[in-house]
Every structure is written in structure tokens, then in C-alpha cells.
């Protein structure tokens, strides 16, 4: 069996740039990282700023956490490491998406720091957007859309961020949204602002 030798990969320069893609486009390109608790609503936020872009004609996609459970990294475990592996292959991914000129929302509790940190490392300073999806546990467990955090309390699921396993929050994110202070609306308008000050859009 053949094994790849690292030596004989050799990266390869594109013809259309991303500053080219960028032009085209009319926006320049990013990663929107919404981190927090699950049922803080990084779903709802991600795909709900996802249609505005659309809606200014901008090209712009979600990375889902869950939709990418079933495919890319559905040979991922929910332990620390695992977790941490799908959180490095979500930045590697959106990474590809930032360099094809898309504004890539992606919405994952990424609970750890290192490992945020390990993503935001992977970007120029200006296209790692972190959003913390700031709501306290309260609501999220009174929402809880799924009902994982009342299968967390009865010990059915283990390592559950906020129950059994801990969430860090972000010390320094571009954006901080408060959900459970403002409608989806003023939510998106934010983000949306945001972008527009920094001459994203």
C-alpha cells in the first residue's frame, strides 16, 4: 500500500484570486463564527443573516453544526477530541468558502477557546468575525428546541456543554448579540452593521 509523502504535495497557486472574486462579487469575503450555548439561537441567527445577504445579492452560505454531523464529520464522537477535530475541520472548510469569495456563517457551539483561537489563527485578521451568541442558560434550557438538555439533566447525554461540560465564553469577539434582548431583527441588523463598518459589505 502506497503511503502520500508530505514532501511530494505542493500547494498550488490559482489563476482567479480572491481579490478578483471579491470584485466580481461587489463584498468582500469572511467567516461569520457564532459561538454559544446550544438553543442560544446561532441557527436561527446564522440563517436568518444568511437570507438578508441573500436578499442584498451577496454570495454568502451556512455551515451548519448539525448538517455537518450527518456528512463531513459523521465519524466524529462528541468527546473533547472529537470535538475539537470537528471544530478544526469547520475552519479548514470555511477557510475554502472565505478564499472563494463567499461570506460563510457557521454555527457551532465551539465551546473551547484554543480551539476558536485555532480557527481564527487560519485567517487574516479581518475575515474571522467572531459572534458570541451571548444568552444565559436559563432560557436557553427553557427553550431548548431539541430537548437535549433535558436528556443532559437525566444523564442520558454525556459531555453536554453548559450541564456536564463546560463552555468558555469569548474573552474579545468583533460582535457580541444578546437574543434573549433582541428580536431576530435587530439581531441580523447588527451583524449587518457591522459589515457594512467595516467595509465587508
Not at 21 to 44: A, D, E, I
Request: charged share 25%.
Amino acid at each position: 500500500m502506497y503511503v502520500m509523502n508530505m514532501n511530494n504535495i505542493t500547494w498550488h497557486h490559482m489563476s482567479v484570486t480572491k481579490q478578483n472574486r471579491h470584485q466580481l462579487n461587489g463584498h468582500k469575503s469572511c467567516v461569520l463564527w457564532f459561538t454559544g450555548l446550544s438553543g442560544s439561537g446561532k441557527s436561527s441567527l446564522a440563517n436568518a443573516v444568511d437570507y438578508a445577504l441573500f436578499q442584498k445579492k451577496c454570495r454568502s452560505y451556512v455551515l451548519d453544526g448539525d448538517n455537518i454531523r450527518h456528512g463531513l464529520n459523521n465519524d466524529l464522537s462528541f468527546g473533547d477530541g472529537d470535538r475539537k477535530e470537528n471544530i478544526r475541520r469547520i475552519g479548514e472548510v470555511s477557510k475554502l468558502f472565505v478564499d472563494s469569495g463567499i461570506i460563510v456563517s457557521t454555527a457551532f457551539i465551539s465551546p473551547f477557546r484554543n480551539d476558536r483561537q485555532l480557527v481564527r489563527n487560519m485567517f487574516d485578521s479581518s475575515e474571522f468575525i467572531e459572534i458570541f451568541v451571548d444568552c444565559p442558560i436559563r432560557v436557553c434550557e427553557k427553550r431548548d428546541p431539541k430537548g437535549l438538555y433535558k436528556k443532559a439533566r437525566s444523564g442520558v447525554i454525556p459531555n453536554f456543554t453548559g450541564i456536564t461540560s463546560p463552555y468558555e465564553k469569548p474573552e474579545n469577539p468583533e460582535i457580541i448579540i444578546e437574543t434573549n434582548q433582541l428580536t431576530i431583527e435587530q439581531s441580523v441588523q447588527q451583524v449587518l452593521n457591522y459589515l457594512k463598518e467595516k467595509q465587508i459589505l
